[in-house]
């Protein structure tokens, strides 16, 4: 299930997960702008790999479930050189970018993927599982206290679930830019949210959950066992990556609202995404990248 981070709240673009839903996105030809967010974000993942490891020692088996393009996937099999690791994703064409990234790696010996709809897809995995991750997929997924249930019963015991939900909404920009109206970014987030309500009530079979990660995993069976926030900071000047990042970014914010956004504020974008405005994003010294990326981790009794 491919998922594109514009359709969630705190959060911009990045990473398939598993599963289609209303919208009818074309995963394939926003994968580059995927990619790019996960490796700007390749330090937050790295140092939530590491508080995952302090519990999943020697994991013979990692599945990342919504994968999308692989950037966490190939970085599970590089942090844990004992494992296998498994993509799993709804969309094919992300499964093979995940591929070839693996075999550029060099991790392609000890990488698979399946392709399908999350949780079912999982039935197909060889052998239980000693860690689960599922970043930002969950919420894509209309019963998520049974899709919970799923991933843990695809565990193995004393395995471990991270999920990535939650955080706080990424900033890019000052609040006042010079230009349009200040508070830019906080009325995307308005925006952004009306988005994620809608698509989490047209998703099929959609239940509504109170957001309380430990509980709904401690409900799956497990034993919640930690939770922490992991901090991206990129100050201005930024490198040219994440600059690029940025510019992708604020396009298809602009493409997915601009029919809700008024006239200033898009004219403000406008004027951001021209490459020949000295305030436009591509020229701006005080572009930065700054944002919260929380996650829960839960065992399965032994």
Known sequence: MAHDHQAHHGHSTQHGHGHTHGGDVDWAAIA???????????????????WLGKEVTEPGLIVDAGSGPGVIACLMADTFPGARVVAADASEPLLERARARAARQGVADRFGTIAGELPDSLGELDYPADLLW?????HHLGDQK?????????????????????????????????????????????????????????????????????????????????????????????????????????????????DVMDAEDRATLDRLLDPADPGGLHRRPDVFVLSAHTVHRAVRPV
């Open 134 to 138: 599922a970043s930002r997929s969950l």
């Open 32 to 50: 580059e702008l995927m990619e790019a967010e996960a490796e700007v974000c390749a330090p937050v993942y790295a140092r939530a790999l590491a």
């Open 146 to 258: 049974a899709a919970l249930a799923a991933f843990a019963a695809r565990l193995a015991p004393g395995g471990t679930l991270a999920i990535l939900e939650g955080g706080l909404p990424s900033r890019y920009l000052p609040r006042d830019i010079g230009f349009g109206r200040p508070g830019l970014q906080a009325r995307l987030d308005a925006a952004q949210e009306e988005r994620f309500a809608r698509m989490r009530a047209e998703l099929p079979g959609a239940v509504p959950e109170t957001e309380d990660w430990p509980a709904l995993l401690t409900a799956a069976g497990l034993k919640h066992t930690g939770t922490r926030s992991f901090l991206l900071d990129i100050p201005a000047p930024v490198p040219d990556r994440a600059r690029a990042f940025v510019v992708g970014w604020l396009t298809r914010t602009r493409d997915i609202h601009g």
